[in-house]
Antibody
Framework: QEQLVQSGTEVRKPGASVKVSCKAS????????MHWVRQAPGQGLEWMGM???????TYAQNFRGRVTVTRDTSTSTIYMELSSPRPDDTAVYYC?????????WGQGTMVTVSS | QAGLTQPPSVSKDLRQTATLTCTGN????????AAWLQQDQGHPPKLLSY???SRPSGISERFSASRSGDTASLTISGLQPEDEADYYC???????????FGGGTRLTVL
């Protein structure tokens, strides 16, 4: 069945980059736009960026220069690396498949940034 | 980046009908329409509708979506206890070349 499985909980000190993975199965992930969305504790959803079927990336203005989305087509995995995280980057990070709407989501990865 | 506007909370009685709204502009909701997502506490969001009024397979007919101009609506009929959740709208914003979300509406079923 189609699913996205993300890597586990991460804890980082401020400034120490973090990389989250999202492995796709049950579909040809390189045919889809794949996105990263985050949700801070008690807050709403925030779009971060995406990688398209050609491998080109687009980022939300708030994350340009701090977030890098990459993919490995050989393992059907996409990655989101957040550099120089701050305490207010503490959130659950989701990957999501998009085909006009976000129709398949990973289970989420909790990233805590704390000194 | 500017998001979509949703009321923070809506409360309705069991078996009644709730209508949630999502207001954007001509660059997002009014451009390509909106999608609706349901999120239970501690779980990832689930797609309820897309392209204004289409429902993915497996989604109950009690959920129906529509759009008028720059405002999208989600109507949930025959409210059940399990409908109590957070509901988000989303749309692509052509002027920002970015996806935007509403702030979410918490639906309480009394």
């Amino acid at each position: 069945q189609e699913q996205l499985v993300q890597s586990g909980t991460e804890v980082r000190k401020p400034g120490a980059s973090v990389k989250v993975s999202c492995k796709a199965s049950g579909f040809t992930f390189s045919s889809y736009y794949m996105h990263w969305v985050r949700q801070a504790p008690g807050q709403g959803l925030e779009w971060m960026g995406m990688i398209d079927p050609r491998g080109a990336t687009t980022y939300a203005q708030n994350f340009r220069g701090r977030v890098t989305v990459t993919r490995d087509t050989s393992t059907s995995t996409i990655y989101m690396e957040l550099s120089s995280p701050r305490p207010d980057d503490t959130a659950v990070y989701y990957c999501a498949r998009e085909a006009g709407a976000f129709d398949l989501w990973g289970q989420g990865t909790m990233v805590t940034v704390s000194s | 980046q500017a998001g979509l506007t949703q009321p923070p909370s809506v409360s309705k009685d069991l078996r009644q009908t709730a209508t949630l709204t999502c207001t954007g502009n001509s660059h997002n909701v009014g451009y390509q329409g909106a999608a609706w997502l349901q999120q239970d506490q501690g779980h990832p969001p689930k797609l309820l509708s897309y392209r204004d009024d289409s429902r993915p397979s497996g989604i109950s007919e009690r959920f129906s979506a529509s759009r008028s101009g720059d405002t999208a609506s989600l109507t949930i009929s025959g409210l059940q206890p399990e409908d109590e959740a957070d509901y988000y709208c989303s749309a692509f914003d052509a002027s920002l070349s970015a996806w935007v979300f509403g702030g979410g509406t918490r639906l309480t079923v009394l």
